[in-house]
């Protein structure tokens, strides 16, 4: 047996691994190789985990998606899936979701994620609830449009799509039709506020997992109610959120909440002081009680209370602090407590420059933690031009040997890499 025979005997587990380190392009390479591996390598099972999608040159990068659908692509959207290779297909994204692409969608049930910047706002608001209430995930952009006012520089979101979002919450409660199968919503550039808040509570409390990327998401008072809901009944355990003003909630409601949860990503953005300090709160409700495993933080959190955030991390099992800003003064802290007793198998506090100063101690660290990464790499602008034009991203280099990174994944988990259409036809 030769070793292309070898290789295509494989098991669809193993050939399903290699696919995960291809993308498109690669991938289309294989299928011109022979007519055997053709066969192999378009096996719809192989390509059901590509994400299909476009979202236009002026919202989200091209790169964000394996292989990105083109203007001309769209028109033929119905076609497309229904080749062999995307019959399987389990991710779509478009820039705007109307009537059209609705049809689509419901005449192909494997499509199980589904993401998209704009709903049409003549989109039959019960068609749209019908559909969407059938996914598994949902990520809904919105646009990032702003009306200002000029009178005061108040920047407020828009919401036009308050009818499809309501009719899409009251499917998820509704009892007499079939039971909602979506477990993740992703929100960004989106305002419930014009939304009935008793029904948004419970609705958002139906999930396995939610995500609210912009602030102005939720009011003072559907923030309130939806933590009071949540610490009393609710389906959530994974919880993203970006900015989200907790102000006006109770601190042991909120640790009770995500207390519960068993991830919580937070993008803290730059605390600047004690008021602003929504981390620090929720660091010191934690304690040896506490159902939370997975905590990941994003933003600068240097005005965190060394003790407290040593104390509420080492309550966790696996923390993200990377790119955190933190003191010379945190880092001793915390590695101290977690050389005293800690719950921790993972730990991330890389890409903190302080972390050099404690190389002792961050060996010490590493004979009782699993995983800890604590590496530093610097990065280094070369200034080659004569007018100094820092946007050329040529002029930036990284300065260090990448095998020394601790396995840290500077690719931010897409692979950039010019699809195009490449071998759309093939």
Same mark, same amino acid.
């Given at each position: 047996?030769?070793?292309?025979?070898?290789?295509?005997?494989?098991?669809?587990?193993?050939?399903?691994?290699?696919?995960?380190?291809?993308?498109?392009?690669?991938?289309? @390479?294989?299928?011109?190789? @022979?007519?055997?591996?053709?066969?192999?390598?378009?096996?719809?099972?192989?390509?059901?985990?590509?994400?299909?999608?476009?979202?236009?040159?002026?919202?989200?990068? @091209?790169?964000?998606?394996?292989?990105?659908?083109?203007?001309?692509?769209?028109?033929?959207?119905?076609?497309?899936?229904?080749?062999?290779?995307?019959?399987?297909?389990?991710?779509?994204?478009?820039?705007?979701?109307?009537?059209?692409?609705?049809?689509?969608?419901?005449?192909?049930?494997?499509?199980?994620?589904?993401?998209?910047?704009?709903?049409?706002?003549?989109?039959?608001?019960?068609?749209?609830?019908?559909?969407?209430?059938?996914?598994?995930?949902?990520?809904?952009?919105?646009?990032?449009?702003?009306?200002?006012?000029?009178?005061?520089?108040?920047?407020?979101?828009?919401?036009?799509?308050?009818?499809?979002?309501?009719?899409?919450?009251?499917?998820?409660?509704?009892?007499?039709?079939?039971?909602?199968?979506?477990?993740?919503?992703?929100?960004?550039?989106?305002?419930?506020?014009?939304?009935?808040?008793?029904?948004?509570?419970?609705?958002?409390?139906?999930?396995?997992?939610?995500?609210?990327?912009?602030?102005?998401?939720?009011?003072?008072?559907?923030?309130?109610?939806?933590?009071?809901?949540?610490?009393?009944?609710?389906?959530?355990?994974?919880?993203?959120?970006?900015?989200?003003?907790?102000?006006?909630?109770?601190?042991?409601?909120?640790?009770?909440?995500?207390?519960?949860?068993?991830?919580?990503?937070?993008?803290?953005?730059?605390?600047?002081?004690?008021?602003?300090?929504?981390?620090?709160?929720?660091?010191?409700?934690?304690?040896?009680?506490?159902?939370?495993?997975?905590?990941?933080?994003?933003?600068?959190?240097?005005?965190?209370?060394?003790?407290?955030?040593?104390?509420?991390?080492?309550?966790?099992?696996?923390?993200?602090?990377?790119?955190?800003?933190?003191?010379? /003064?945190?880092?001793?802290?915390?590695?101290?407590?977690?050389?005293?007793?800690?719950?921790?198998?993972?730990?991330?506090?890389?890409?903190?420059?302080?972390?050099?100063?404690?190389?002792?101690?961050?060996?010490?660290?590493?004979?009782? /933690?699993?995983?800890?990464?604590?590496?530093?790499?610097?990065?280094?602008?070369?200034?080659?031009?004569?007018?100094?034009?820092?946007?050329?991203?040529?002029?930036?280099?990284?300065?260090?040997?990448?095998?020394?990174?601790?396995?840290?994944?500077?690719?931010?988990?897409?692979?950039?890499?010019?699809?195009?259409?490449?071998?759309?036809?093939?």
């Amino acid at each position: 047996m030769d070793d292309d025979s070898k290789l295509l005997c494989l098991p669809l587990e193993i050939l399903n691994k290699i696919r995960s380190y291809l993308n498109y392009r690669s991938m289309c @390479s294989l299928l011109l190789v @022979s007519r055997g591996w053709k066969e192999v390598w378009e096996n719809p099972l192989l390509w059901s985990g590509f994400d299909l999608g476009d979202y236009g040159d002026n919202f989200y990068p @091209s790169c964000y998606f394996e292989f990105s659908l083109k203007p001309r692509d769209l028109n033929n959207l119905e076609n497309i899936l229904n080749t062999k290779r995307f019959s399987a297909l389990k991710s779509l994204g478009i820039p705007m979701l109307n009537k059209d692409f609705l049809a689509v969608i419901r005449q192909h049930s494997n499509i199980r994620c589904l993401e998209f910047v704009e709903v049409d706002a003549g989109l039959d608001k019960h068609d749209f609830a019908e559909v969407l209430v059938t996914m598994e995930s949902i990520t809904f952009y919105g646009k990032d449009d702003m009306d200002l006012d000029e009178d005061n520089d108040n920047v407020k979101p828009s919401c036009d799509n308050k009818e499809q979002l309501t009719a899409l919450f009251e499917k998820m409660l509704d009892d007499e039709g079939k039971a909602s199968m979506i477990k993740k919503l992703v929100f960004d550039c989106s305002d419930f506020s014009s939304i009935d808040c008793n029904l948004l509570v419970k609705s958002l409390n139906q999930l396995e997992e939610l995500e609210l990327l912009d602030a102005n998401t939720m009011t003072s008072e559907q923030t309130s109610a939806f933590f009071s809901t949540c610490a009393v009944e609710t389906k959530l355990r994974k919880i993203k959120f970006k900015f989200w003003n907790l102000e006006k909630v109770d601190p042991k409601l909120i640790g009770l909440v995500f207390g519960r949860m068993e991830m919580v990503e937070y993008d803290a953005g730059m605390i600047k002081d004690e008021e602003d300090n929504q981390l620090e709160r929720l660091l010191e409700s934690l304690d040896d009680e506490t159902k939370l495993n997975h905590l990941c933080v994003f933003g600068y959190i240097s005005c965190v209370d060394p003790d407290i955030l040593a104390r509420g991390v080492n309550q966790l099992e696996k923390v993200n602090l990377s790119r955190s800003k933190l003191t010379s /003064v945190q880092i001793k802290k915390l590695l101290s407590q977690t050389l005293k007793k800690s719950k921790l198998k993972y730990l991330d506090i890389s890409q903190n420059e302080n972390i050099q100063d404690f190389p002792s101690e961050v060996a010490e660290v590493k004979k009782k /933690v699993s995983v800890v990464k604590a590496k530093y790499v610097k990065y280094t602008y070369i200034d080659e031009s004569e007018d100094n034009d820092s946007s050329d991203d040529d002029n930036y280099s990284f300065d260090f040997d990448s095998s020394d990174t601790d396995g840290y994944d500077y690719s931010y988990g897409y692979d950039d890499s010019d699809d195009d259409n490449y071998c759309n036809n093939s």
